[in-house]
């Protein structure tokens, strides 16, 4: 006999709001437990999360009581538990109480803040490059700069401010393809109060409760850099040590060190 829901009592469900969402009560019973057909440990596993409902016609955990009940003001409030208790004098059925509330990953928790970097550059706080000049004098102990102006770019060292934002999400999924997608990517789009190219995701890292199955505790880290993480090298005159101060397009050049990936389509953070 197939394990089956019975005399679901969805008209008297009762409900409420709450500051954490949505809660929903249905109540049911369920027939055909018998010890024969193995359905006894079939509900069990179905109850605990670790077996697969779709042979079975009750709920599961999981299921969205919008999707059940065709009430799309519904969607977000998950299966979260389910309670069985014993019918007295029956030897194959038993009540069943159904806790729904709203989905426990739909929100997530926010780490931010700002660190600084060490960077190398020949510019100022403008972006003009600073250019340093010297005329020798003629009587200069080296009698090939005598009287000789020499320009030079110096490369200075200098702190930025490199912003952090950390999700921190619990999802139904391992995040480890997400991982392989995003992470050494920066954003090929605004996001997130950023022009493209200034969002470098840093790190995606998951931790399950069950053994790898379930759900995950996911973690998404992200950098931010002001202009971008695109770097700008120029030519060093050998014989100054210091960037040549008249660069051109074959004398300085924009690398690209990451490739671009859009983080709106992240779960967590879109």
Known sequence: ?????IDDTFNGISGKLTTDGYEFTRTAIITGLTVSNTAIKKMADCINGTGDCSELSVPSLGDDLGTVTGFTA????WLRSITPD?????????????????NPWQDFTVESGATLSQVETNKDVRGDVVTLKYTYPDDYQKTELQ?????KSPLLTKDEPDRTL??????????????????????????RNGLAKEWKCAGITGRSDSSGSGYFNNTYSFHHRKGGWDEEITFIDPET???VPDADADSQ??????????????????
């Open 147 to 151: 009287g000789k102006t020499v320009e």
């Open 86 to 102: 014993p019918i007295k004098d029956s030897t194959d059925s038993m009540h069943m109480t159904y806790q729904y509330k709203s």
């Open 253 to 270: 050049k924009t690398i690209e060190h990451y490739a671009v990936a859009d983080f709106e389509q992240l779960f967590a953070v879109s």
């Open 166 to 191: 950390t999700f921190n999400v619990r999802e139904g999924y391992d995040p480890n393809d997400y991982a392989g997608t995003y992470v050494g990517t920066v954003n090929e789009f605004d996001w």
């Open 241 to 243: 040590g210091a960037a």
């Open 74 to 77: 519904l969607n977000g409030c």
């Open 1 to 5: 006999m197939t394990v089956m829901l």
